[in-house]
């Protein structure tokens, strides 16, 4: 019904920056809130981001003044603007969108995850 696919993950030294996408594709007809969560080896998954419809943003205390959420509603796509990164970012990252689709329910949707690596 409902794909979430997420790019822009790689390899990036301390201090670089990095652009996440995710876009939702399917039988959609309103998104809502839409977000980043990320995961790291031992750790439990946490929320980085996430934006609203009308563009309300939440962040993550770690993430505040580095990260930027945003949203094009036209592409059903969100965004990660990721600066000033560090080893702690260290982390598959994944989309998460609260979609409503044609002809069904509101439903909760996750992507693939894709892997942050910061490191010298």
């Known amino acids: 019904q409902v794909r979430l696919v997420e790019s822009g993950g790689g390899l990036v030294q301390p201090g670089g920056s990095l652009r996440l996408s995710c876009a939702a594709s399917?039988?959609?007809?309103?998104?809502?809130?839409m977000a980043w969560h990320r995961e790291a080896p031992g750790k439990q998954r946490e929320l980085v981001a996430s934006?609203?419809?009308?563009?309300?943003?939440n962040y993550a205390d770690s993430v505040k003044g580095r990260f930027t959420i945003s949203r094009d509603n036209a592409k059903n796509t969100v965004y990660l603007q990721m600066n000033s990164l560090k080893p702690d970012d260290t982390a598959v990252y994944y989309c998460?969108?609260?979609?409503?689709?044609?002809?069904?329910?509101?439903?909760?949707?996750w992507g693939q995850g894709t892997q942050v690596t910061v490191s010298s």
């Open positions: 998460n969108a609260d979609i409503g689709i044609l002809f069904a329910s509101r439903g909760n949707y």
């Open positions: 934006i609203t419809s009308t563009a309300n943003t």
């Open positions: 399917g039988l959609i007809s309103s998104i809502y809130t």
